[in-house]
């Protein structure tokens, strides 16, 4: 079975600084996609990544794919209040795989 | 454009109870998926249909089932409902199995 993992779980920032959010799997796969969920809310689609190389960016995230070492990572440049989320990526097997999210606060 | 959407968004069962959920994928998506989610994790795989036939079934007992309609409308079903149902039951569209997934609003299961 397919293994999402993501680090870190939770995470505090102050507003204005950057970070990454880190997403791992364990089999291959080219597809991988990025959803932002507020508390109580669904599953927002933020970026679809289809290729080894691909960067995608929409505001203040960017996302990026490396399938030869099976990493994705989110990054967030100078933080907003607004970004306060859980962000999970989800691998495509079979089925996607979800992995367990990270809590981000964004501090003012 | 209507999105997904599933009905009813909130929901409290009792016990041993049983529990129909259901979703209307976005016009011309023919897959629905549905996944749970429990309080402070990722969401977990539970089916996939597409054509109307089941193409994907996650590791969750024989009481959960599904079934797609002519109009590509799904249902959920849960039977014997236990504490550990309780969770956000998203359904997901998408043109076809393996592209880019919509999510619906979800629908709150309490059990009691």
């Known amino acids: 079975e397919l293994k999402v993992e993501q680090n870190p779980l939770f995470l505090s920032m102050q507003e204005g600084k950057n970070y990454t959010i880190y997403c791992n799997y364990s089999?291959?796969?080219?597809?991988l996609y990025w959803y932002r969920q507020d508390p109580g809310k669904s599953l927002e689609s933020l970026f679809v990544?289809?290729?080894?190389?691909a960067v995608k960016q929409e505001g203040r995230l960017m996302a990026s794919l490396d399938t030869k070492a099976r990493l994705s990572t989110l990054h967030i440049t100078a933080a907003v209040h607004d970004l306060s989320a859980t962000y999970f990526c989800?691998?495509?097997?079979?089925?996607?795989?979800f992995g367990t999210g990270t809590s981000l606060t964004v501090i003012p | 454009d209507a999105g997904v959407t599933q009905s009813p968004t909130h929901l409290i069962k009792t016990r041993g109870q049983q529990v129909t959920l259901r979703c209307s994928p976005i016009?011309?998506?023919?897959?629905v998926s549905w996944y749970q989610q429990v309080l402070g994790q990722g969401p977990q795989f539970i089916f996939q249909?597409?054509?109307?036939?089941?193409?994907g079934r996650g590791n969750f007992p024989d009481r959960f089932s599904a079934r797609q309609f002519p109009n590509y409308s799904s249902e959920l079903n849960v039977n014997a409902l236990l504490l550990g149902d309780s969770a956000l039951y998203l359904c997901?569209?998408?043109?076809?199995?393996?592209?880019?997934?919509?999510f619906g609003q979800g629908t709150r299961l309490t059990v009691v």
């Open positions: 997901a569209s998408s043109l076809y199995g393996a592209t880019e997934a919509f």
């Open positions: 089999t291959t796969s080219d597809r």
């Open positions: 990544l289809l290729s080894n190389g």
């Open positions: 989800a691998v495509e097997g079979n089925q996607f795989y």
């Open positions: 016009s011309g998506h023919k897959s």
């Open positions: 249909y597409y054509e109307k036939e089941e193409r």
